[in-house]
């Protein structure tokens, strides 16, 4: 699974929680 999938699948499923990951912690998802 490519990180752009990721992204999608976490956004189409939840934006909240995107959202939410991105306000707390900043783009955690860079690490990946």
């Not at 999938?5 to 955690?28: M, V």
């Amino acid at each position: 699974m490519k990180v752009k999938d990721l992204f999608f699948l976490i956004d189409s499923f939840s934006p909240f929680f995107l959202q939410k990951e991105f306000d707390n912690s900043g783009i955690q998802f860079g690490d990946l």
